[in-house]
């Protein structure tokens, strides 16, 4: 049995989300309802994201007693034991300033891990509205990229540090970043298939993407990869843009590449995120997906690419 997990869920009611939040080892909640605004309840994370195949809720489980949780500088937390999940939201209105709104999240989060005692983010959410809405270097993501990059670096991060992360676009209003922290450091892995995201050529904005393909790390003499949402990507060029099959196929091998890196297997993964630019992509992913995986360990979620020649990304957990 796995320490840590992220478990997909269906056909749960608010106040079934409210008992497992009282439950021990329940760390945080993730939502897929379509909203995205700050909720009222410590340790939910309502992602304005929607699942397509019915997933209302993803419960992060790490059993060492019950979570404490609060609030403070723009954050809301939840911590069990060496482990902390923080998130912050950013209001529509803040959003028309994407670069600035994103390095003060940023800020806030960081700097909220740091005090206690975390400061070492090792998975990272970042889930957007309109994410390739603006031309050339007025496009969201790009605005996104240069905020985040101006946080880590105030923070001291550089590089070679960066956690594994996935930015997504949603089709509501206001952001939301949230994100695992450690005490201690993690491992990053890229992948040999591409060129490492943070040295991207110019053509890609002012800011190459600022995160590692994955994040290994311990947790209870368990070690875990977290594998960073993942596209048709080689070297640092998208792979048959438009072609939807080709595509998810070029994904699955990235992902199969890196966790074979890791000396991991596919049999060992979890939490699978399949974003699907088009909802009618819903059938040929789980044709070609669920030949591989556990259903249970499937969420097809409705969601724009950082990139928009990109139709589908997939990010996964993998036990070591």
Not at 62 to 72: D, H, K, L, N, T
Not at 205 to 212: D, E, H, L, T
Not at 223 to 233: C, K, P, R
Request: hydrophobic share 35%; glycine share 6%; proline share 5%.
């Amino acid at each position: 049995m796995s320490i840590f997990t992220q478990q997909y869920l269906s056909a749960h009611t608010a106040s079934d989300v409210g008992n497992l939040l009282n439950q021990d080892g329940v760390l945080a909640i993730v939502g897929y309802t379509g909203d995205c605004s700050a909720p009222a309840t410590l340790g939910l994370i309502p992602s304005g994201l929607t699942s397509l195949n019915d997933v209302r809720y993803e419960v992060i489980r790490y059993p060492f007693g019950r979570a404490e949780r609060g609030q403070e500088n723009g954050c809301q937390w939840s911590r069990i034991g060496d482990l902390l999940c923080v998130a912050t939201w950013i209001t529509p209105a803040e959003c028309e300033n994407m670069e600035e709104s994103t390095e003060q999240a940023y800020n806030r989060l960081l700097n909220l891990a740091r005090s206690f005692g975390h400061p070492h983010p090792f998975r990272i959410w970042n889930l957007l509205p309109r994410i390739n809405y603006g031309d050339g270097d007025q496009e969201v993501y790009k605005k996104f990229c240069n905020g985040r990059m101006h946080a880590f670096t105030r923070y001291g991060m550089v590089a070679t540090q960066y956690p594994a992360a996935s930015a997504l676009g949603h089709h509501t209003d206001g952001a939301v970043i949230y994100m695992l922290a450690a005490k201690e450091p993690s491992r990053n892995l890229e992948n040999s298939r591409q060129v490492p995201a943070y040295t991207y050529p110019r053509q890609y904005g002012p800011c190459s993407p600022s995160f590692a393909r994955a994040t290994r790390l311990n947790m209870a003499d368990e070690e875990y990869l977290f594998v960073s949402g993942t596209a048709s990507i080689l070297g640092h060029s998208t792979h048959a843009p438009g072609d939807f099959l080709v595509q998810l196929q070029v994904t699955q091998e990235n992902i199969a590449h890196l966790v074979a890196q890791a000396n991991g297997s596919l049999s060992k993964m979890s939490a699978l995120r399949v974003y699907l630019r088009h909802p009618e992509h819903l059938q040929p992913a789980r044709d070609m997906l669920e030949k591989i995986y556990a259903p249970e360990h499937l969420n097809f979620v409705y969601a724009d690419i950082c990139r928009q020649q990109l139709l589908v990304e997939i990010e996964a957990l993998v036990e070591l």
